[in-house]
């Protein structure tokens, strides 16, 4: 976290590109179903994030795939919504990935990035847990907890939260964005309490991310 010279606080995040952690693609698009895209990130990924660079407008939001939601359905990083019954990303093996030939990914001649996310024993989980309607710790196989946290629902619709150590995660109230919204911080709730092997998520209606038999994605990184 830090303040900028307008005075008003912001949180940033970086991420270092590393074998089975995380890796950064860019390509050209094509428009041809199969175009395949060669990765670095030396096993499959598990969570891709894709963005047009050359164009804007509302057909190149980020688009997101996710293990846990399957080659079949693609969710954006700007939307609450369900995932969309749209296979953008499929054929994802640990030297590569296909496109179908959507605009959103793969328009002829525009130009993309892509972030490649993937579990590594004791530092990052790319996971799904099913909500119990109370109290539940999700357990990442972490030894002292988690510094960043994303979930979202996808049985329904759902925000995409996120928390950090930087602002916060602890035994009480923690501050949590939404990446699909452009709303200040939320400080009033107490969604996730910190646990040595992950995190610990808590039902209340703020964020909903723990309702009864609800289905949720989440990225977390120790």
């Keep these: 976290g830090y303040t900028c ?14 074998k089975g952690f995380f890796d950064c693609v860019a390509y ?15 096993v499959a990924p598990e969570m891709i994030w894709a963005k047009c660079r050359s164009t804007g407008g509302g057909a190149y939001y980020w688009q997101v795939y996710h293990s846990a939601v399957g080659d079949t359905h693609t ?12 296979s953008m990303f499929n054929n994802i093996t640990t030297t590569s990935f296909k496109l179908d030939n959507w605009a959103n990914t ?16 004791g530092i990052s989980k790319v996971g799904s847990y099913t909500g119990n309607g109370s109290s539940q710790t999700i357990n990442c196989g972490f ?18 939260y996120v928390w950090d150590s930087a602002r916060g995660i602890v035994a009480g109230n923690d501050p949590h964005l939404s990446l699909n919204t452009s709303s200040a911080q939320v400080t009033s709730d107490d969604s996730i309490d910190p646990h040595n092997s992950g995190f610990i998520v808590n039902q209340v209606s703020a964020t909903n ?12 990184i120790a």
Excluded: C
């Design 5 to 18: 010279n307008n005075g008003k606080p912001y949180i940033s995040y970086a991420f270092k590109r590393a």
């Design 106 to 121: 793969n328009e002829s001649g525009e130009t993309y990035i892509a972030y490649l996310f993937a579990t590594i024993a």
């Design 28 to 42: 050209t698009g094509n428009s041809v179903a199969g175009h395949q895209i060669s990765h670095s990130l030396g």
């Design 75 to 86: 969710m954006r990083l700007n939307e609450a919504n369900t995932p969309a019954a749209l």
């Design 143 to 160: 030894a002292a907890g988690a510094r960043f946290i994303l979930i979202k629902r996808i049985g329904a619709d759902g925000n995409w």
């Design 209 to 220: 991310i723990n309702v009864s038999s609800g289905t949720y994605i989440f990225y977390a």
